[in-house]
């Protein structure tokens, strides 16, 4: 027996025009289980990807129980022994839970599906999965249906599990479920690497933490040995002493300032009602987990699902808004949650994305011309730093944070009272990240109210001067001044002593 | 979408490259075939004015209703993300409006003419609103929501004007429909000029080009950008439904009567291939106009050089398909890479070449 | 296509039925009764005379007690036939969608006494099950026309020959005959394609052959819109035609309009697949003979621009 599991020596992935890994080293050891860390763009799914075989590295070495080997794609990564388990659920929720953890492995197809069934139960019952093998996959609930995933990966004798972002979209107990079953395959001398975002549960689970950063390894540590601010600066590099200056720059003097909105008992298809003001030049946040409400919440604001009910007034007068042209009109813009979803229009050019919200303010017989658009668009390329090879350049081809950057500007041209911000700093780059966050600071200065939303608390807490916590779809706190910190955010949103 | 360095995938020359392409290899074939086939004469018709004749005369002015149509039929797809199969029912509707108004009077003067297209042109819009209230606000597929139409718009034609073939006859309708006397050009000919600067003003002066492509990409977010998507959609048909009537009535003009169960038959499909060949995706979103007219002759310029050729009755189609097939598939976004990728590649190698040169000088 | 349609006029037939079953259920004395089956008006200007002539002759005026059923659908028609039997009409006239199906329903007509005539239409059945069967020739209409054609003892035959939807009954036999002249040398064909009944089509059609310069002196379209398009092309090309002029210009189904262009001397000559069989049946009916033959040809009508009067128009033409 090897004394590690698995290492990777030197690992390098070139892509055009990048090297999204510089000589990474990654080492397992059997029956421990092993973060991976780093923020988006570090390298960490290039990593992954290079070790199932979805792509081919350009040089270092891959060693499997001290052995030298090539993986050639994912089927062979799993003859193998390297399994994955994707953040999104990648079997058959119509077939059987037994079916699910034999199919496309079937070198007998003669095998009775009885035997299977059986086989699939005791597999089942040793992982201790709360489900039959004779229940359609979809009738069970997403944590049931990750374990399941993992079921078949340890019924292929794997060595090596990856777990890509397998907590996210699981609520607590599912949460615990899995890792009690993750500890079980542990003592079991599997060798688990846990990719997630959630710092709470690599602290509660994992045995080490490898952290990446721009393509290049950090280094490995002992996760008690590591304090959890420790890892944040260390995934985040030097950017940390600017980040702490960021909060420091806002001075707390808003509670002067008129009310520049104000809604009572704004409710919609999708939000409960809630009350809820914001002052000129205030920047707040909605918080809570996901499924909270706070996305929903803020949609309402802007009419972006079916309004129900509630008086809104702007300015002090009453008005109705129902569509989001009204919101618009307003002087209220929304950066969508999901940006591939509800913001960018791909295939259209960056200058006219940018366009796009002040068009339709303009109405339909005012169009913009081409001259003023282009003008407009280099303005905000410019201001905001967008990376793009040219204003005519389809917005799809942009990266991910240029890419918000063009809905940002979108936003910004309509010259908007009030912003709200849903997760605009999710799926991008550090440096936009900050970026970002200036500008939110920036802008409330020069008088705009914002709301800004993130799943980074530690965000929101930078930015925000006050924080609406929601749990459950409620509003279930309101917090300023001393009591914006973590600890309080975590106390509100678990429901404790508020 | 590996559009990095951008400068010599297929796809950068535009989307014109397939439908100009398919043109010129049409025009080569025909010059190989018969030198002078594109050759334009002045001779004089039966009312005694010199008009234009010849090839490429027929080919234009054959291909004005599939034209029309194909603009309409654009903006359709460009905002809903499918196709109306009804333009040639619905043009055979808008026809037979034409002429019960036409014959309702006891001559025929401008006035009577020009009320008769507008009649015409409210109906077909009135349809157009149909097909895309089924479209826009009951969200049905374009191809089924407009197959009501496709199947009983005919039979609908014919309870208008009873049945057999309906004949007006007046130097007026005859003069849309053919020439109009000291113009050489023909008539419908020029309507497709006129119809095409609308088109053009219509997006010069609206921001209507803008929002239909975004509303035929990204719904969702064209709609939390405040653009009323529903709204979009039905201007759309309505738009395709003015293009309707112009084309039944140039239709209907050419030859002075309105047969409900051949006006325009079978249209639909060449208009959607027009739209096809002229590179506009028919899932939807970016959209060229120039494209599907050109697609329009395209299809015109084959049809006449089938006949020209006198190929057989019975084969006629199977030639249309192979062709049309060939282009479809060149401009397929499989090969369209593929290419791109060969001429990088070559580009590369002359490149090499050319430092290799350089250095060795 | 027509499903909507045959839906609407089966709730209208419904709707009558019922209308009819609450008013006059006492029975008309010496009125004899008829059921029509046949295809629906609007399937063709053909069918729209059809469709006019039983009306017209099988009226209360004439003694008959009439009853029809018009679809395009052979099951619905097949339905309809049982109806009519059952309501026990005297005489069944059918005009079949499909020409196989029909043997049970017309052996229960046998049975009930039923008195079965067919029109236009053959079916597929013993002849044994049907009095008589009236019918048009199609092929007889072409070789009127091409005799006619070669009674003109022009110099030279050179023709551009317009067919309607291959594979249809009319295209089959309009074209037979001028096959022949083609394959025995005595005519030339400069041209022989399908417009498919598309009149715009057969406009292109001729367009492009005196784009190609090519000569030509005879036009025989398989019907008439397609016969006004081909005209069309050579008004705008300024080439003369009809009586006076170069190309002589040959239409069928003698649309009304189509036989004033022939009266205007612009054409030269229509021929008619005669959709007036109604006045043979009732003949039959009423002499209460059996035919010579069981099958018997419906004579065809072709008129020549030169001898045809307004009268003619008014009798044998189509539409208004």
């Known amino acids: 027996m090897h004394e590690y599991l698995l290492t990777m020596r030197g690992i390098e992935k070139r892509f055009p025009g990048v090297l999204a890994l510089n000589g990474v080293d990654f080492t397992l050891r059997s029956g421990e289980i092993h973060a991976l860390m780093g923020e988006n763009g570090a390298g960490k799914s290039t990593l992954i990807k290079v070790l199932t075989g979805v792509y081919q590295m350009d040089g270092g070495e891959i060693r499997l129980e001290g052995t030298p080997m090539v993986i050639r794609s994912p089927q062979d990564a799993q003859n193998k022994g390297i399994s994955t388990v994707y953040q999104e659920i990648t079997l058959c929720p119509n077939l059987t839970v037994a079916e699910n953890i034999y199919i496309g492995r079937g070198k007998h197809p003669w095998v009775r599906q009885r035997d299977l069934e059986k086989r699939a139960d005791e597999i089942l019952s040793r992982l201790g999965i709360p489900a039959r093998s004779t229940q359609l996959l979809g009738s069970c609930s997403l944590a049931v249906q990750q374990m399941v995933a993992i079921a078949r990966a340890v019924d292929m004798n794997c060595k090596v599990l990856i777990l890509d972002e397998p907590t996210s979209s699981l609520d607590d107990k599912e949460v615990k479920r899995l890792f009690d079953l993750m500890r079980d395959l542990k003592s079991k001398d599997v060798g688990i690497i846990f990719v997630t975002h959630f710092l709470d549960q690599v602290y509660e689970v994992s045995d080490r933490i490898t952290v990446l950063r721009n393509g290049e390894l950090v280094g490995e540590y002992l996760t008690e040995e590591l304090p959890q601010i420790q890892l944040v600066s260390k995934m985040i590099g030097k950017e940390l002493e600017e980040l702490s200056n960021l909060g420091e720059t806002e001075e707390k003097e808003i509670g002067k300032k008129e009310v520049f909105y104000e809604a009572k008992g704004l409710a919609s298809s999708d939000a409960l009602p809630f009350d809820f003001s914001i002052r000129k030049g205030e920047v707040n946040g909605f918080t809570g987990l996901l499924g909270s409400g706070r996305s929903e919440s803020v949609r309402a604001i802007f009419g972006a699902d079916k309004v129900t009910g509630g008086a809104v007034k702007i300015g002090g007068k009453p008005v109705k808004i129902l569509r989001p042209v009204d919101a618009m009109k307003h002087g209220i813009g929304y950066l969508a949650e999901d940006r591939k979803r509800d913001g960018i229009i791909a295939e259209l050019s960056v200058r006219e994305n940018i366009i796009l919200a002040l068009q339709v303010m303009n109405g339909m017989f005012k169009p913009i011309s081409r001259n003023e658009s282009e003008a407009f668009a280099d303005e905000y390329i410019k201001v905001l730093n967008i990376k793009t090879a040219s204003r005519e350049t389809p917005v799809g081809s942009l990266s991910g944070g240029n890419q918000q950057k063009v809905i940002l500007a979108r936003w910004l041209l309509t010259h908007p009272d009030y912003l709200i911000l849903d997760e605009p700093t999710r799926g991008i780059d550090v440096g936009t990240k900050l970026e970002i966050q200036k500008l939110v600071l920036k802008l409330a200065e020069e008088g705009v109210s914002v709301t800004f939303i993130s799943s980074e608390v530690e965000e929101m807490l930078r930015t925000c001067s006050r924080l609406i916590v929601m749990r459950d779809r409620h509003v279930v706190g309101e917090l300023t001044g001393k009591d914006l910190n973590q600890t309080q955010v975590m106390k509100t949103i678990a429901g404790g002593e508020a | 979408m590996k559009k990095k360095d951008g400068k010599f995938s297929l796809g950068s020359l535009g989307q014109l490259t397939i439908p100009l392409i398919a043109i010129a290899l049409l025009v080569v074939f025909n010059l190989i075939r018969d030198p002078g086939f594109f050759s334009i004469g002045i001779s004089h018709n039966s009312n005694g004015n010199a008009v234009l004749s010849g090839n490429i005369i027929s080919i234009i002015n054959g291909a004005s209703e599939l034209a029309i149509l194909a603009m309409g039929m654009t903006l359709v797809t460009a905002a809903c993300g499918g196709q109306d199969i009804s333009v040639g029912a619905a043009a055979a509707i808008a026809g037979s409006v034409f002429v019960k108004v036409l014959k309702s009077g006891s001559g025929i003067s401008g006035g009577t003419v020009i009320l008769a297209f507008l009649c015409s042109c409210i109906v077909a819009m009135l349809f157009g609103c149909f097909n895309g209230t089924l479209v826009a606000v009951f969200k049905i597929q374009p191809m089924i929501a407009t197959l009501i139409l496709y199947t009983c718009g005919r039979s609908i034609a014919y309870w208008i004007n009873g049945g057999a073939t309906p004949t007006v006859t007046s130097s007026i309708v005859n003069g849309i429909g053919s020439f109009i006397p000291g113009i050489p050009i023909p008539t419908p000919v020029i309507i497709v000029v006129v119809m095409a600067l609308l088109f053009k003003l219509l997006f010069h002066f609206t921001a209507l080009r803008l929002f239909t492509q975004s509303v035929g990409i990204n719904g969702s977010a064209a709609r939390l950008n405040g653009i009323d998507a529903r709204f979009i959609k039905l201007l759309s048909f309505i738009i395709l439904g003015v293009c309707v009537s112009v084309s039944g009535c140039i239709g209907v003009s050419r030859l002075g009567l309105i047969n409900h169960e051949t006006l325009l038959l079978d249209i639909e499909m060449d208009t959607i291939l027009a739209v096809a060949i002229g590179g506009n995706s028919l899932g939807g979103g970016k959209f060229k106009l120039s494209g599907s007219i050109i697609g329009a002759y395209v299809i015109q310029t084959l049809t006449i050089t089938l006949y020209a050729m006198k190929v057989s009755s019975t084969d006629v189609k199977a030639y249309k398909a192979i062709v049309i097939i060939l282009l479809v598939v060149i401009g397929s976004p499989v090969i369209k890479e593929r290419f791109g990728r060969w001429i990088s590649h070559l580009r590369q190698r002359r490149v090499k070449v050319s430092a290799k040169g350089a250095e060795e000088g | ?320």
Not at chain 3, 23 to 30: L, N, T
Not at chain 3, 210 to 217: K, L, P, T, V
Not at chain 3, 224 to 238: H, P, R, Y
């Open chain 3, 1 to 320: 296509m027509r499903k909507f349609k045959a839906l609407f006029l089966v709730t209208i037939l419904v709707l009558c039925c019922m209308l009819a079953g609450c008013g006059k259920d006492e029975k008309k004395d010496g009125k004899i009764k008829v059921g029509v089956v046949n295809n629906p008006p609007s399937e063709s200007g053909y069918r729209e005379a059809n469709v006019k002539d039983m009306e017209k002759v099988f009226s209360e005026a004439n003694g008959y007690e009439l009853k029809t059923f018009y679809s395009q659908k052979n099951d619905e028609q097949l339905q309809a036939a049982n109806g009519f039997i059952t309501d026990g009409v005297d005489y069944l006239l059918i005009s079949a969608a499909e020409t196989t199906g029909w043997d049970e329903v017309l052996k229960k007509a046998k049975e009930a006494g039923v008195k079965v005539y067919l029109f236009d239409r053959m079916i597929n059945v013993d002849e044994s099950l049907y009095e008589a069967a009236v019918v048009s020739d199609m092929a007889a209409e072409g070789d009127t026309a091409v005799k006619w054609l070669l009674s003109l003892n022009l110099s030279e035959y050179k023709v551009i020959h317009i067919q309607g939807a291959m594979g249809s009954d009319a295209q089959i036999g309009r074209t037979g005959a001028l096959d022949e002249q083609f394959a025995s040398g005595k005519m030339k064909k400069v041209v022989q394609q399908t417009a498919t009944w598309d009149e715009a089509e057969a406009k292109k059609i001729v367009e492009s052959v005196i784009n190609s310069g090519e000569d030509f002196n005879v036009i025989y379209a398989e019907n008439d819109g397609m016969a006004k398009g081909a005209v069309a092309a050579l008004d705008e090309a300024g080439i003369t035609h009809g009586v006076d002029g170069k190309v002589v210009v040959i239409g069928f189904d003698c649309n009304k309009w189509a036989l004033r262009e022939l009266l205007a001397g612009k054409w030269n000559y229509d021929g008619q697949c005669s959709p007036f069989q109604a006045q043979i049946i009732s003949d039959l009916i009423k002499s209460g003979k059996a035919p010579a033959s069981k099958t018997i040809i419906n004579e065809e009508k072709g008129f020549d621009a030169k001898t045809l009067t307004q009268a003619d128009i008014d009798t044998y033409g189509l539409g208004d």
